[in-house]
C-alpha cells in the first residue's frame, strides 16, 4: 500500500492527538506529536532559567539550542506517547500549567522554529508519519498527500482540558486556552491557518467514532489521488 505524509493541524485542545493516534495504529503509521517538541523546549528554558518572570533571554536559548536533545517513544500497547528532554521522559512535567503559559513565547521564536521543522522534515523524508501541529499541513509539509484542520468551540475545548487538569479552575483553563488561540493566530512565524486543500473537521457536537468515520473517508479519498 502507498504511504502517506498526513498533517493534522488546528486550535489547542481540539482533540488532534486522538486522531492522530487513532490513524497511525489504524495504518501502521509513526505518530508525532509536534507541539509536544515546542513544550519540551520551554521546559528546558523554563529550567535553566532562560525564561524568567516571563521573559525570554532569545540569545541565551540560541546558543543552547544544539545542544537540547528532544526525542518521543510511542507505546503501543497503552496508546500513549513519552517525550523525552535530555534523555528524561518529561512527559507529564510539559503537559503542566508552567508550561502551558510560557510555551506560546517559546513557540514564536524563529529559531527554534527552524531547528524543530527540520527534525520534523527528517522524520518525514520516508512518508507514513501523521503529524500534528499547528503549522504542519502550512509549512512543513505543504505537499501532505493529506491535510486535516481540526477545530471545537473553546467551551468545548475548555470542558475537555478541564477533566484532564483537575486542579485548575475551569475559567484559568478558558483563559489560556483564549490566549493560545490568539498566540498561535497572529504570531508572524507561521501563525496557524487553514491551509491550502485542508479538510475542516469541527468536532464540537461530534463522537470520536463519528469524528474517525470522517477522518477515514477522508484518507480513502486521498490515497486514490
Ligand atoms: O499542541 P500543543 O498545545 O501541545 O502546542 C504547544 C505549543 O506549541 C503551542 O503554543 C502551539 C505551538 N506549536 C506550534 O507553534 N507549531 C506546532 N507545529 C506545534 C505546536
Not at 493516534?21 to 519540551?40: C, E, F, P, V
Not at 508552567?98 to 524543530?116: L, T
Not at 509539509?141 to 486542579?167: G, H, I, Q, W, Y
Not at 484559568?172 to 504570531?187: F, G, H, W
Amino acid at each position: 500500500m502507498k504511504k502517506i505524509n498526513i498533517a493534522i493541524d488546528g486550535h489547542s485542545s481540539c482533540g488532534k492527538s486522538t486522531i492522530a493516534k487513532q490513524l497511525s495504529n489504524h495504518l501502521g503509521y509513526i505518530y508525532i506529536d509536534t507541539g509536544a517538541m515546542y513544550r519540551a523546549i520551554c521546559l528546558y528554558a523554563l529550567r535553566n532559567n532562560i525564561i524568567s518572570d516571563g521573559i525570554i533571554d532569545e540569545e541565551l536559548l540560541f546558543d543552547k539550542l544544539d545542544n537540547v536533545s528532544v526525542s518521543f517513544e510511542y507505546d503501543k500497547a497503552n496508546n500513549q506517547c513519552r517525550t523525552f528532554l535530555d534523555g528524561q521522559n518529561v512527559e507529564s512535567e510539559i503537559r503542566g500549567l508552567w508550561v502551558s503559559e510560557n510555551v506560546s513565547k517559546i513557540s514564536k521564536i524563529k529559531a527554534v522554529r527552524q531547528k524543530m521543522i527540520f527534525i520534523q522534515r527528517e522524520i518525514g523524508r520516508n512518508k507514513g508519519v501523521v503529524m500534528d501541529g499547528r503549522d504542519i499541513g502550512s509549512v512543513v509539509f505543504p505537499n501532505a498527500e493529506l491535510k486535516l484542520f481540526v477545530t471545537a468551540s473553546v467551551e468545548e475545548r475548555a470542558r475537555r482540558r478541564s477533566l484532564e487538569l483537575k486542579d485548575v479552575s475551569f475559567e484559568d483553563v478558558i483563559k489560556n486556552l483564549k490566549d493560545r488561540d490568539e498566540d498561535d493566530s497572529t504570531r508572524k512565524e507561521n501563525p496557524l491557518i487553514v491551509s491550502e486543500n485542508a479538510i475542516v473537521i469541527d468536532n464540537t457536537n461530534m463522537t470520536k467514532e463519528e469524528q474517525f468515520e470522517k477522518v477515514l473517508e477522508a484518507y480513502e479519498n486521498a490515497i486514490l489521488n
